[in-house]
């Protein structure tokens, strides 16, 4: 039984690092789309996207290890709404990778939009960085509950930070609604809100692990 748990665990630490690789690689595909470069696009997106298969299986995996043995007791239903709000993650990736990929933004209509000022891999770094935090506070449960506690709240704060940076994209986005086609901005539009999904996602799954420092009455 105790090697259903190690396993479990471990397992869990991979599924960890492919959802932040999917952001990680999600800012890589902002950063192409700055310079038109469609090709880095589309292969970025191919790659989040097998990753995200890669983890949603290992999620799978995960779950019926926990549901079926007899590991981590009480918290057993806290750690499967863990794994599944952090498996959330790489499917919002997966979802905006797609959405900026099917179609090509025209380079002028680029050009006009980051001369404004709107840089989309500003936000997408601010959501890798959340998910970096939920990590981390992910990994404290198994060091300081009081340390995890304080991370999983510096996560929710960090959200609302993100949700400044959208406001202000979006408010460029229709500043400049009549310099680009109806099409174009509502693939951008579309991927602002999906960038703010993965945030929302880790803020979701930030709570499940101050829920669980409370049960354990730390």
């Known amino acids: 039984m105790l090697s259903n748990v190690h396993k479990a665990l471990s397992d869990f630490e991979k599924h960890l690092e492919m959802i932040k690789k999917t952001t990680e690689l999600l800012v890589k595909l902002t950063e192409a789309l700055n ?3 469609q090709e ?17 299986d290992l999620r799978r995996s995960i779950e019926w290890m926990i549901s079926k043995g007899e590991v981590f007791l009480s918290l ?11 498996d959330k993650i790489a499917s919002a990736a997966k979802d905006a990778a797609r959405t900026i990929s099917l179609r090509k933004v025209k380079e002028a209509e680029m050009e006009e939009l980051l001369r404004d000022g709107f840089d989309l891999t500003k936000m997408a770094k601010g959501a890798d960085d959340i998910v970096v935090s939920l990590i981390n506070a992910i990994h404290l449960l198994n ?11 510096e996560v929710e704060r960090e959200e609302e930070g993100l949700d400044d940076i959208k406001l202000e994209l979006l408010r460029k986005l229709h500043e400049n609604e009549d310099k680009i086609s109806p099409l174009t901005y509502t693939q951008l539009r579309e991927f602002i809100l999906q960038i703010d999904q ?7 799954a930030a709570d499940v692990v101050a829920i669980m420092v409370t049960k354990v009455g730390a």
């Open 35 to 37: 310079i038109q470069d």
């Open 40 to 56: 880095s696009v589309k292969a970025l997106s191919e790659q989040i996207a097998h990753i995200e298969r890669e983890a949603d």
């Open 76 to 86: 057993r239903e806290d750690y499967l709404r863990l794994i599944d709000r952090v």
């Open 143 to 153: 060091i300081d509950y009081h340390k995890a506690f304080e991370k999983a709240h």
């Open 198 to 204: 993965i945030a929302d996602y880790a803020e979701d």
